[in-house]
């Protein structure tokens, strides 16, 4: 169970690239169509692309590569976040973004079973952190060195469901299973921490819950591969990484709309302005 | 019969597994979990997780079965067996045991009177109602090898009577007659078939030759059967545990008025009502007017 990519080492540089790479990707998809969530696929992509590029061990199998990990979008309106890296690896092709949320395409505003790369159809909030639980339980009993990696939004955290399976997966020891919680403070309609004070502390939760579980700053890769590195493996693992919704485009940091909305072609413009290079 | 059928095929379908939501585990359920305790999970008191973890079993090629009470599978985590099991479209068996009113002293929030409606309402779910233990067992064998999705298993209790062993073989989607006749046709499924029989019984005492449908596959529903039993009978009695609408009688009736069918439908069924009353499955099913005496008068046999 111990020879995952964890241990090959991860640039850091090339990982702050890549996500700027992303940011732009996805900021022209917002310029085909008005149907995606910018801010929250923003919030998370350093996890996204930490498990794609960092964690999750690929094989090189014809024109397109093939993970033996497994991944979960279990917040499924962060799924630009995914598409974008899908096709980066090729599983996903140009011509499937171009198409996005369009009947001549297979790609919608959250991730669908079935389509290349997509391992649960997820979207409704709740339900990866039980379908994962499943996963790595099943992994475990048929004896496959895997690893499910699974993202969740903080307002998932909200739903019953996800503490059933947080709990379940303890009771487990389910040492096979890292989750990262995005905790960017809002949900669609406004601050957690305003709204919902009694939700914090979170990394207290998750610990009184039987996991093993650090908090860091979730777009910082080097802080949270280096949490993983450090990890025990023996009971499931949690990145509890505190983010900013809309990171990158100042406009948009920590403002709700941006939940929901596209920018026009200003603000779009602005946005490529302030996605130039990699600041550190 | 669930539950020994269950193991016996849990010997040699190591795929095979059962997620429990703090359900005593009855019988060979116990010894299920004695002999593979790997195969067998309790969520506790979670049917969310139940169903969510039976996703992801099943997403790595296991055949997990969820098993508890009729309410806990299906109401309690619904948007989960319909987005994790239906809209994936899993092959995952979700068991629901006292189906209709069997929980007979257990008050309403036990009663899964509605069950068969809201399954049939979504797409993907193939749902099946054994009538008694030997088409459990067919059921069960059925859907323990089955590739084609998710299934809701209606069950009701241990203890059941044999009805069927005079009865053509059982198949998955095709309706299975347990006697022939010419002037009546039966059509039930679950428990309540030892009704349906009392309802026989009473009809062939007035002169009719009475034909015994269990219909035990409710989706997808052998429209054609359905069809063609109502081409042959003069009459056709729904009997069903099952709330007055979304389960078998409204659609034996669909199907009457979509062939132009001149044969007379009377469907009895539990009320659309929830009844506070608790005494025997028998004093439950009068209680919404499901017995011979209630039924025999309706049905107007001179």
Redesign the interface.
Known sequence: MNMTSVEKGFDVLAAQRRCLEYRQRILAISQQVAALHVAPAFSCLEMVDLIYHGLMRVVEEGVSPRFLDSFLMSKGHGCLSQYVILEKFGILEKADLQNYCTPAGKLGAHPD?GVPGI???TG?L??G??????????????G?ARHVFVVLSDGELQE??TW??I??AAN?NLSNLIAFVDLNDFGGLARMSEGHPAFYPVLDKIRAFGWEAIEVNGHDARAMYEGLQNRSRKRPFMIVGKTVKGKGVSYMEHVPIWHYRSPNKEEYAQALAELKEVSS | MFADTFYEAGTRENRL?VVVADISPAGSIQKFREDFP??F?N??V?E??M????????????R?FAYTIATFTLFRPF??VR??LC??NLPVTVVGIGGGVTYSTLGGTHHAMEDVAVASAIPNLSIIAPCDPAETKAATLWCVEQTRGPVYLRLGKAGEPNLTEQAESWSFGKLRYLQKGDDVCIFSYGPIMKLALQVAAFCEQKGQSVSLVSTHTLKPLDREGIAEALAHHKRAIVIEECVPRGGLAGQVKEIACDERSDCRVDAFTLRDEFIHCYGSHADLLSAHGLNLEAISMKLELV
């Open positions: 079973y391992e649960a159809s409704s709740g339900h952190m039980g379908i994962a639980t499943g996963m790595a339980y099943g992994d475990r009993i048929k496959d019953g469901s059933e399976a709990m379940m487990l | 597994a790997e195969r999970v969520t506790g979670s969310q997780i169903i969510g973890m039976c996703a992801g079993m099943a997403l790595r090629g296991l997990p948007e989960f987005d994790d809209y994936q």
